[in-house]
């Protein structure tokens, strides 16, 4: 939760929260877990909007500083097609990743079909016009995202399916062409007992590269006698092999603390899938879905999340001479 010295890593913005129902120029009942991109100076956030009937569609709201003075687009980039059964119940929790070789946004969503949520692929260069490319994991699976490169000629894809029997753990499967996928491999186990990640995990934001590896943000839905609470923790992975994990915090850095997360239609929920790195301002910026109601926004120092990340407990499967490079990454030329 706190960096090295103490200090809380990823800090509330006072205007939270960002976007609020009221806020939207059509009638909603929540608006939340974004994902978030930068496009031509702009920050564009792919909202999850659930209507008055209880379905989901994916509206664009733009900002030039990532904060305030939203700009909402009036029809949805994404919403439920009949033409398309897999998304009958809606389209949620979108996150996006650049892929330069095809200098297109991949859009990675959930599709809520009457057989249960699963995961589906589209494409966009400009965030008005969009295609799909369709499922690409049956139900009951979400939480997806892609890395965007190619390893040995292949991309990777990070997912949690749901599993008859026993914890929620998250997978990372590989494609040579974004449509067929296999080669599945358990990639982070949810932890037992009273671990604030026991149970069920997912993944957050996209995975960013930084110096040493694959920076990942994942959630952990610790179940209580009034429910589950949604905290969200690190991980790094191995910058050429992605299925390796190279450390895992022990510790959450977010969790529901403000009235707008204890409190909405699912309380006790942040909910990341949106991050923005800008390393010359030494900024991340963090979107987040709050009591599944309202969108929020904390920011960091980069330089701070690099530090705590290289004090992260090294994973036993993990090379201890990668994990020796991910210490003197993080400190050469960036603390401060």
Request: charged fraction near 25%.
């Amino acid at each position: 939760m706190t960096d090295p010295r103490g200090e809380p890593l990823f800090v509330r913005v006072p205007t939270n929260p960002i976007i609020a129902p009221g806020d939207l120029p059509y009638p909603a009942n929540a608006v939340f877990n974004p994902g978030a991109a930068s496009v031509d100076g702009e920050t564009v956030l792919l909202l999850r909007v659930e209507d008055r009937r209880g379905i989901s569609s994916l509206y664009v709201a733009r900002s030039e500083d990532g904060i305030s003075n939203w700009r909402f687009d009036e029809r949805p980039l994404l919403a439920p097609d009949p033409a398309h059964p897999e998304e009958v119940w809606g389209c949620e929790d979108p996150r996006l990743t650049w892929l330069p070789e095809h200098e297109e946004w991949a859009i990675t969503y959930t599709a809520y079909s009457r057989r249960g949520p699963l995961v589906s692929l589209a494409m966009t260069r400009d965030f008005r016009e969009v295609r799909r490319l369709g499922p690409v994991m049956p139900p009951e699976d979400k939480d997806a995202a892609l890395l965007p490169i190619r390893f040995d000629g292949r991309w990777a894809m990070i997912h949690r399916p749901a599993p008859t029997r026993g914890g929620a753990h998250m997978w990372i499967s590989f494609s040579p062409d974004l449509r067929h996928w296999g080669d599945h491999t358990m990639l982070i186990e949810a932890r037992d007992g009273a671990w604030w990640d026991a149970g069920k995990i997912g993944l957050g934001p996209p995975p960013v590269l930084v110096p040493g590896g694959w920076l990942v943000m994942y959630h952990g839905a610790h179940m209580t006698a009034s429910g589950p609470i949604y905290r969200v923790g690190l991980a790094l992975l191995d910058r050429e092999d992605p299925t390796v994990v190279l450390r895992r915090s022990d510790e959450w850095v977010l969790g529901p603390a403000a009235s707008y997360e204890r409190a909405g239609d699912v309380s006790g929920v942040v909910f990341p899938d949106g991050w923005i790195v800008d390393e010359e301002r030494d900024r991340l910026m963090l979107y987040y879905g709050a009591a599944d109601s309202v969108t929020a926004l904390a920011t960091a120092r980069l330089t701070d999340v690099l530090r705590y990340v290289a004090a992260m407990p090294i994973r036993l499967h993990g090379r201890a001479s990668d994990a020796g490079q991910v210490v003197g990454l993080a400190a050469e030329g960036r603390g401060r």
